[in-house]
């Protein structure tokens, strides 16, 4: 549960009051470092404006999509959205980050090497934001990605976990905001955030800007 670039030198014995009553302090600095790992923005946010929503999910069934039970942090396997309102409701804090994305660049094809980096950028920032709570003391934060983290990391192999075998990025492979039923375009309105829905059957002009997000849980 950790990623090198923030294993600390020293690692402190977990003291749960203490790490509450520093909880938003600590937010604050994870959200600084998510932009120093590469986010082009990112906020601490209470975790109730962290929005579950039963059609997130229910999107990657009608019309369905083609990674849809290939992948174990995929549907049907994901976080049900009664198991994500119940975690959610037992955390104080979140992560919410974006990494901004030229919309033709989201509209090439899964196995496109820039479009596959940024999604990558993303659960590696998920990793180290991870790690850092982790090591703070907060060992229960959890975290959110985006896009299938089979496409994303493993390619055209097949999901490891699937066949009963050890994930081959235990420490980036999670699943993704919208496996998990959260919602992304909510989330990102609350803070601020210009997001564009962007289908494949648009041209690279229709939206303003892109950007694939992440999120952590924080606790």
């Not at 119940?86 to 090497?113: C, M, S, Y």
Request: aromatic share 6%; with cysteine.
């Amino acid at each position: 549960m950790c990623a090198e670039s923030c294993v600390p030198d020293k690692v402190a014995k977990v003291d749960h009051p203490m790490a509450q009553a520093k909880l938003a302090i600590d937010a604050g600095r994870y959200a600084e470092l998510a932009v120093s790992l590469g986010a082009s923005a990112a906020s601490a946010i209470p975790a109730s404006d962290v929005v579950v929503d039963d059609r997130v999910a229910f999107k990657c069934r009608i019309p369905k999509c083609w990674e849809y039970g290939i992948c174990a942090n995929c549907p049907p396997h994901s976080p049900s959205p009664d198991e994500m309102r119940h975690l959610v409701g037992q955390f104080e804090q979140a992560i919410a980050f974006k990494i901004d994305v030229a919309p033709e660049v989201l509209l090439r094809d899964r196995d496109d090497k820039e479009r596959v980096g940024a999604y990558r950028k993303v659960f590696e920032i998920v990793g180290g934001i991870e790690a850092a709570a982790f090591y703070d003391g907060h060992y229960l934060s959890v975290g959110f990605g985006a896009g299938s983290c089979k496409t994303v990391l493993c390619g055209k192999q097949d999901c490891a976990v699937l066949k009963l075998q050890e994930c081959r990025q235990p420490l980036k492979a999670r699943p993704s905001m919208e496996a998990s039923s959260l919602n992304a375009f909510l989330i990102a309105e609350k803070l601020g955030w210009a997001m564009y829905p962007i289908g494949r059957s648009m041209g690279p002009d229709c939206a303003g800007s892109g950007a694939v997000m992440g999120l952590v849980l924080i606790g």
